[in-house]
């Protein structure tokens, strides 16, 4: 995975762990076993009760063995996203 992150550095991510938590952050730099440093992260937290809370981080190092999924995140449609009313259900834990 290591060599697909090559062009996602400096761009904005999304990153869902196998725990369920859910980050978006940029990708500042990553290692051969794919953990990864995520700069200006906050994380999203979901729920089905009340609208999407953002919590600020900053620099974020992630174990490679903990992300589930990464992915470009594409701001303008991030941007055009309601999350202030946005009410869903949490992503369940994933096993690898």
Known sequence: MSDQLRSL???????????GRTLVGQLMGYDQAANVILGKTHERIFSSTEAMKTVPIGVYVIRGETIALIGE??????????YDNMMVEPLDPVAL
């Not at 550095?9 to 725990?19: A, E, N, R």
């Not at 995140?73 to 309601?82: I, M, N, R, S, V």
């Open 73 to 82: 995140l594409d701001e303008e449609l991030d941007e055009q996203a309601d």
């Open 9 to 19: 550095v400096d761009h904005p991510v999304f990153v869902y762990l196998t725990d």
